[in-house]
């Protein structure tokens, strides 16, 4: 396993079309964390998975914004009708929530809305 | 939610200084990690210390969770080492929340 892979590394949109990225944990991990990050900021949390459940959402997450992990495997997360306050880097985690919580993040996602 | 505090906000050091970098928690947690953003913007692992002392190489971490505080200690620093050290918390229940990071540069 070669850890947490997210795709597209970067993606560069038209304002008001939709985007879906897409994080690939590693296999074994049960939860799975969507972070946003602008520059020059700390990673602001946006919503979190156990297994298939969706658990929390940040009041981040707009109703423009939808995440699923089906099956508990790999995530998407939407964007619809993007606006150029969307343009970040999209980071994905993920960990296995027993004793040990460590999360190991992927190589994020950069969103640019022109 | 939990505060996170990050000192200091960034950091100039020649090559071959020590240095130490700290974070702050308003409240208990379960887990600690310190991580290093790469040019890239991937975040790379360091350390996952909820508590006590772990060392790899020239860093060493502490952690005292009943003072809510964590240091990161940087020895004999390389220009490699320049970048964003971050700090997250896990509290009981909730989502990792992160610093605002410290910005280092090392100098040649």
């Known amino acids: 396993d070669t850890g947490v892979s997210q795709n597209p590394r970067h993606k560069i949109t038209k304002r008001g079309q939709n985007v879906t990225f897409r994080c690939d944990p590693i296999?074994?991990?049960?939860?799975l964390y969507w972070y946003r990050q602008t520059l020059g900021q700390g990673p602001e949390f946006l919503t979190y998975?156990?297994?298939?459940?969706?658990?929390?959402k940040s009041r981040l997450l707009s109703d423009r914004f939808s995440a699923e992990r089906p099956k508990g495997s790999f995530s998407t997360l939407e964007i619809q009708r993007t606006e150029q306050g969307d343009s970040a880097m999209y980071l994905c985690?993920?960990?296995?929530?027993?004793?040990?919580?460590?999360?190991?993040f992927g190589q994020g996602t950069r969103l640019t809305v022109v | 939610g939990i505060q996170v505090e990050q000192s200091p906000p960034d950091l100039i050091l020649q090559e071959g200084a020590n240095s130490t970098l700290r974070c702050n928690f308003s409240?208990?947690?379960?887990?600690l990690q310190w991580f290093h953003q790469n040019p890239w913007g991937q975040l790379i692992n360091l350390f996952y210390?909820?508590?006590g002392t772990k060392q790899n190489g020239r860093l060493s971490a502490t952690t005292v969770a009943t003072e809510r505080y964590s240091l990161l200690y940087i020895s004999s620093s390389q220009t490699t080492d320049s970048g964003v050290y971050f700090c997250?918390?896990?509290?009981?229940?909730?989502?990792?929340?992160f610093g605002p990071g410290t910005r280092l540069s090392v100098l040649p």
């Open positions: 985690a993920s960990s296995l929530f027993m004793r040990d919580t460590e999360a190991f």
């Open positions: 296999s074994e991990h049960n939860r």
């Open positions: 998975f156990q297994n298939e459940a969706q658990l929390e």
């Open positions: 409240d208990s947690v379960n887990n």
């Open positions: 210390i909820p508590s």
């Open positions: 997250a918390v896990l509290p009981y229940g909730q989502n990792f929340v």
